[in-house]
């Protein structure tokens, strides 16, 4: 299904739910006026209560959202180093001896390949990367160093090269570990906790069931479910809806059946 209906037919689920509840609870409870809302909503300890509630819940919201996003960030400020060192090596490549630059190249394209063929897949479901890649990089070091015969030229780019590929090894770790990270399960206990007491809120001061306030308490689970569906979505660094995509390695190099 399309992210964007996926989020708008939770977003209506959670709306349509919302409206059920509100006129069931009218309906199973008669003596559950409208104009009860008025004499509830008089009681100060109440107001600042349900006050708190909403506040500490919009910043546990806010600290979901950064933690969150900078996960994302992190993946995509690592994959974009990763892919821009080895797009780098080929470049250097081109000061080795033919032979050499020939074997540099292929290992840059075979690992490009298997980064967006095989790992991204396993980082989407937070899986373990194996030691494929690495095998592929300390190739890359060996072939990467400069020969017996090298001229001055040619050593000072088997040194540029080795400069590169520790900014790929350390990219790779960053990417490796963004591909684990996850938001913490306590955070979503507070999360689900602040949703359910948010909208237990809106029965407490008697909610009527009159048009506006049913749109205001659709519209109200409605938002949650939404953000919440954001964060779940943000919370998977290299997911297929917000996630980082393979574009950093496809952009240097041709990968044939990547999206």
Excluded: K
């Excluded at 008025?38 to 506040?55: F, H, K, P, R």
């Amino acid at each position: 299904m399309n992210p964007v209906m996926e989020a708008l037919l939770l977003g209506l689920c959670g709306a349509l739910l919302a409206a059920g509840v509100v006129v069931a609870w009218h309906r199973f409870r008669p003596g559950a006026r409208d104009g009860d809302c008025e004499e509830d909503s008089g009681d100060t300890v109440a107001e600042y209560m349900s006050m708190m509630i909403a506040l500490l819940y919009a910043m546990l919201l806010g600290l979901a959202l950064v933690t969150v996003w900078d996960l994302r960030a992190g993946a995509g400020s690592s994959t974009a180093d990763e892919a821009g060192a080895l797009h780098q090596m080929t470049v250097l490549a081109e000061g080795l001896p033919p032979e050499q630059r020939l074997r540099v190249e292929g290992l840059a394209q075979q690992y490009a390949e298997h980064v967006v063929r095989e790992e991204w897949p396993r980082m989407n479901r937070q899986e373990d990367l194996g030691d494929t890649g690495w095998d592929m990089l300390r190739r890359m070091r060996a072939d990467a160093a400069a020969p017996p015969d090298a001229t001055p030229a040619q050593q000072v780019t088997a040194l540029e090269l080795l400069t590169q590929l520790g900014t790929l090894d350390e990219a790779r770790r960053g990417r490796e570990a963004s591909a684990q990270d996850s938001l913490s399960p306590v955070l979503w206990v507070g999360l689900v906790v602040g949703a359910v007491l948010s909208v237990c809120i809106l029965f407490f001061f008697g909610i009527g069931r009159s048009g506006s306030q049913l749109v205001m308490a659709m519209g109200m689970v409605a938002l949650t479910v939404f953000l919440g569906y954001l964060i779940h979505q943000l919370s998977i660094p290299f997911g297929d809806v917000a996630g980082v995509s393979t574009d950093p390695f496809t952009r240097y190099f041709s990968v044939p059946g990547a999206g």
